[in-house]
């Protein structure tokens, strides 16, 4: 059953009336009192009543979507949503958290008061207290990109298959001859990244091939990051050689090719490359770049049409939760070669 006035008044020792003043912003409460109640009610995911009712009563066709970055990937993401919401009168509404978990997390508050029917989330958390009053109140969330912690029943998400992904740059440089293959991952707390590294090692082992701790490097899915965990392989290199590199995020991809070509070092002759989401439209880049693929429009389209599905259930439909993995692709250059 929910948590209501009552509830905190008991748990707090304050009367009815002074929980529901502070709650509702109303009355002159002193700081400490607001402060008690408030993190009762906070604890407790207390969802005003007044706003629940108007969340479930009425409707602002508004899809609220937060994601780590605008730009590159998520921007075509964005986009494929929007086509398919347009189509059925709705709107969106965007937010970037710039890879920050508690501008996300205020974001997500925020796309609640303004009464989104419901959110697309590509969290870079590993979980968010404040999700659980779009849980409480049934404003569906989709998930894209990254899984947080949540109840089985809430994990509806559309993924890519990331295990895949690096199964998939691994065979690549093996297939070219590479038995020494380094990797700079992103964070492990989040699902992709452990996923993409996982996916690193049990290639490794498939191919016959080691996993040396040495060559994998934990970066933090930005250039610089990217930058520096490369300069720190190569820095290393004659202690522990390698002659390729796969990279799993775009930005880092970006900081590894900088940090290569500024010790003067060729692509693929001295180091060859693996990147993600590397893709090079005006084909200036030499040379050109290896890289894994995501099916971008897909995510969008499909993560849309399942918030409409969701959004169309009859309430006190049993909602089952969809987890969607999509096939990522190989896309070759000459970045890979021996």
């Not at 995501?294 to 049409?305: H, L, R, V």
Request: charge should be negative.
């Amino acid at each position: 059953m929910p948590y209501n006035l009552k509830k905190i008044a008991e748990e707090s020792g304050y009367s009815i009336s002074t929980v529901s003043r502070v709650i509702n912003g109303k009355g002159r409460i002193s700081q400490k009192t607001k402060d008690e109640i408030l993190k009762i009610a906070k604890e407790h995911h207390y969802v005003p009543n007044q706003v629940a009712r108007s969340l479930k009563n009425s409707k602002t066709n508004t899809i609220g979507i937060i994601v780590p970055d605008i730009r590159d990937y998520f921007n075509l993401v964005i986009k494929a949503a929007d086509n398919v919401f347009s189509t059925e009168g709705y709107s969106i509404l965007l937010a970037d958290s710039n890879e920050d978990p508690e501008k996300e997390e205020n974001y997500i508050r925020l796309m609640y008061e303004k009464r989104v029917d419901g959110l697309i989330l590509a969290t870079v958390a590993e979980e968010h207290e404040a999700l659980e009053m779009y849980f409480q109140s049934g404003v569906p969330v989709i998930f894209i990109d990254n899984l947080p912690h949540v109840k089985p029943e809430y994990e509806d998400c559309v993924l890519l298959d990331n295990s895949r992904a690096s199964a998939l740059a691994v065979e690549c440089l093996a297939k070219a001859g590479h038995e020494q293959i380094a990797v700079i991952v992103g964070n492990e707390r989040e699902t992709t990244g452990l996923e993409r590294l996982r996916g690193f090692r049990n290639a490794l082992e498939d191919h016959g091939l080691k996993a040396i701790p040495e060559l994998m490097k934990k970066g933090d899915y930005q250039v610089e990051g990217g930058y520096r965990c490369m300069r720190e392989l190569l820095e290393a290199r004659e202690a522990h050689p390698f002659t390729a590199v796969y990279v799993s995020s775009y930005k880092m991809s970006c900081g590894a090719l900088k940090a290569i070509r500024e010790q003067g070092l060729r692509i693929p002759e001295d180091v060859a490359v693996v990147a993600f989401d590397f893709l090079d439209e005006t084909g200036l880049n030499v040379p050109s770049i290896t890289t894994i693929t995501q099916p971008t429009e897909s995510i969008g389209t499909i993560a849309a049409n399942r918030m409409l599905a969701r959004l169309r259930c009859e309430k006190g439909t049993e909602i089952i939760a969809q987890r969607i993995l999509l096939a990522p692709a190989l896309q070759k250059g000459d970045s890979s070669r021996r």
